[in-house]
């Protein structure tokens, strides 16, 4: 019982902030992008894409959490660019500094791979085909934003490499 009182109060430490919905997720902004519905529009059109890459339909009772830093603990590590944290149900990312308005440039896609297949080492064939599809996903389609088009034209590998076997 007490172990259950403490969680609920490191759970209250920690409230969202939410800007949104999408799919199910609470949607929080550290910066909130000027124009929150287009911000929503273009969140919905994103997860419309990567939930089906890991076979996923919602997100529902998580928080998709945008940040500016990289300074964020996520289990024993206190930098990362994404954090899948199964205890507070939040995909941490870290928005690219140079990322150009952008937010869709952050690692969404790789975190849904940790909350898909609770796979932290990346040792599951699946995490091989993640880079490969980033760019299709995120910017180099007709109806990506023009932010990221502008900014991410031509870069099609790389973005975000997946080391597997290896935290």
Known sequence: MAAA??????AACDPW?????SHGACVEFESPPADLEAARARMDRLLELELPF?????LSGWRIQYRDTTEYVCYLATRNEGCTDYIQHTLSLHVPDDSGGCF??????????HYKLGDPTHSNP????VDAAF??????????PAECRKRY???????????????
């Open 5 to 10: 009182a403490a969680l609920l109060s490191l």
């Open 153 to 167: 034209q031509g870069i099609r590998l790389g973005m975000w490499p997946v080391g597997t076997d290896a935290l």
């Open 126 to 129: 699946r995490w091989k085909d």
């Open 104 to 113: 869709e440039a952050a690692e969404l896609l790789h975190e849904l791979g």
């Open 135 to 144: 760019a299709g996903i995120v910017w180099d389609r007709p109806d990506a």
């Open 54 to 58: 890991w076979n996923l339909h919602s």
């Open 17 to 21: 902030h939410c800007s949104f919905e």
